[in-house]
């Protein structure tokens, strides 16, 4: 989607960077060169995202013991502190918080009214097809449409055109990043579920769902990133894990059948 905003401006800065890697990913694509195809995108992506990098983080730190004791007395917004080996500490802490307009060190590369500006023009983009009667689900710059399609809009490789990314059988998209579908000529179903309970979302959760948006699963899971700061350790535990539906607050949601459709994305 950026690498599209940003040639599409003839005045642009950006247009020689983003048509050199837009060529280079299109090379890999046709080499069949997965990996560094991926790294081209990911490229492309990170200059849009870096605009809207947002100015309070979280500082980690190895510091000493002196400079710890500092940090705890003058930080009123200090995390933890945990000892690694002797006089050297692993610190975090927040930086710029409660931020007020001229109160923080601003981020020299951020500019987010060019981001908002490249999200709204996005929108413009999407808008025919993700207002249409049979727009099943949508994303940041995807969308699931039923037939018909637009042919004339669609391009594997040329910037700015839609890409057919796979034709559904059947599928069920309950939330955002929350979705099951059988691709057309394929067998094995495609599966996205955000969380750790990504294994027990099933055809059968997917079809108990849709029948009840309020029902919460409990389910036993992997915590695979235990951290245990003293002794430097990360181990696996089992956690309880609930599966449901959390509440949209962006949009308002429709839950229809779909008899076949089309991924497509920028």
């Known amino acids: 989607m950026s690498g599209y905003l940003f040639q599409k401006s003839g005045s642009s800065r950006f247009k020689d960077f983003v048509?050199?890697?837009?060529?280079?990913?299109?090379?890999?694509k046709k080499e069949g060169n997965v990996a560094i195809h991926y790294i081209y995108k990911i490229l492309m992506n990170f200059l849009y995202g870096r605009f809207g990098i947002s100015p309070e983080s979280i500082a980690t730190e190895l510091r000493n013991d002196d400079r710890l004791r500092v940090l705890i007395q003058t930080c009123d917004n200090f995390l933890f502190g945990e000892p690694l080996r002797k006089n050297i500490n692993l610190t975090s802490?927040?930086?710029?918080?409660?931020?007020?307009?001229?109160?923080?060190?601003y981020m020299k590369n951020a500019m987010v009214q060019l981001l908002a500006a490249i999200t709204a023009y996005a929108r413009i983009h999407l808008y025919p097809y993700i207002s249409r009667d049979n727009c099943y689900y949508t994303n940041m710059d995807s969308f699931v449409l039923g037939h018909p399609y637009p042919?004339?809009?669609l391009s594997p490789l040329e910037i700015g055109k839609f890409k057919l990314e796979d034709e559904i059988v059947r599928g069920f998209f309950l939330l955002t990043k929350v979705y099951w579908y059988i691709p057309k000529g394929g067998t094995n179903s495609i599966i996205k579920f955000k969380g750790p309970a990504k294994i027990h979302a099933t055809l059968e959760w997917f079809e108990s769902q849709f029948s009840d948006l309020s029902r919460i699963q409990e389910v036993e899971v992997e915590n695979l990133f235990l951290v245990i700061w003293p002794k430097t350790k990360?181990?696996?535990e089992w956690i309880t894990y609930k599966m449901?539906?959390?509440p949209e607050t962006r949009r308002a949601?429709?839950?229809i059948n779909m008899a076949h459709g089309l991924i497509l994305s920028l």
């Open 253 to 255: 949601l429709v839950y």
């Open 151 to 153: 042919c004339n809009a």
């Open 234 to 236: 990360v181990h696996v």
């Open 19 to 28: 048509t050199t890697l837009s060529k280079s990913r299109i090379k890999t």
């Open 93 to 105: 802490h927040r930086v710029n918080t409660n931020l007020t307009f001229g109160k923080w060190s």
């Open 244 to 246: 449901g539906l959390k």
